[in-house]
């Protein structure tokens, strides 16, 4: 991959401080892109910004915000078009999940998954997308899961969460085939990072083994650049054994094998 598409490129990342995002903002900035980095870590984006710019030689804008606010998404908007930079690529990375049935979960948990899953997402899609399109160029990478193509039980709002940002990022890919603007859906399996530890999926048979965030970054970032609609990325041979055969399992075995994957 070479650096000519990306030089004076500037990216926003969601979701920067850690794990695939920090990956995809490094990858990006080792090709000589700018960035606008965003996280709720004040201290962790300063010193990735630090980093950054005196590794690569790139300019880096820092905006500490939390996703889950309903109002961040324009805030973030709006703080950029104030700045007087433009965006090229809309990297759509930040989510998280949580582990435990459905009813016994605490509401705030997941009222601000779907917040920040779902609607920071749509959002700062629908913000950005109009000026790519006005300049009829742009790039959106919207990080989903391969859990989004199987309902989860055990982790019923997450599941469900992902199976809309596919869904909707595939949907406003159609809408935008006469256009330079592309839309692709990076859909990880398994991956080292923070995500297992915060969701209580650590300690669970669907993550002993898992692909590096690096990896997955880059598999993404690929994409993106290339204009693909789907990235799936980090699944074991077993895994994706699993996945071909989704289509014709019945879907109560479907679901007890799920549940019980993800039992402790």
């Not at 995500?195 to 048979?205: I, L, N, Q």
Request: hydrophobic share 40%.
């Amino acid at each position: 991959m070479t650096n000519q598409t990306t030089t004076n490129k500037t990216a926003l990342v969601t979701g920067a401080s850690s794990g695939i995002g920090k990956e995809l903002a490094t990858i990006h900035a080792q090709q000589g892109g700018d960035l606008v980095l965003v996280a709720r870590s004040t201290s962790k984006l300063h010193q990735l910004k630090e980093k950054l710019e005196r590794e690569h030689g790139v300019k880096v804008m820092v905006i500490a915000k939390d996703l889950t606010n309903l109002n961040a998404a324009k805030e973030i908007y709006e703080e950029v078009a104030n700045s007087g930079i433009k965006v090229d690529y809309l990297i759509n990375n930040a989510g998280f999940g949580g582990r435990g049935k459905f009813h016994e979960r605490d509401w705030s948990d997941d009222l601000n998954m779907i917040n920040l899953n779902i609607i920071a997402l749509t959002a700062l899609t629908r913000y950005f997308l109009p000026d790519f399109v006005n300049r009829n160029s742009g790039k959106i990478l919207n990080v989903s899961s391969t859990a989004s193509f199987m309902p989860g039980p055990l982790q019923a709002v997450y599941y469900a969460t992902k199976a809309y940002v596919t869904f909707f990022s595939n949907a406003v890919a159609e809408e935008l085939h006469d256009t330079n603007v592309t839309v692709t859906t990076l859909l990880p399996g398994a991956t080292e990072t923070e995500f297992a530890r915060v969701s209580g999926m650590d300690k669970t048979e669907l993550f002993n083994k898992t692909a590096s965030a690096r990896d997955v970054a880059w598999a993404g970032y690929d994409g993106m650049m290339k204009g693909k609609l789907d990235v799936v990325s980090g699944l074991t041979f077993t895994q994706k054994a699993m996945m071909a055969t989704l289509p014709f399992m019945p879907k109560k075995t479907l679901l007890t094998q799920i549940r019980k994957a993800q039992e402790v």
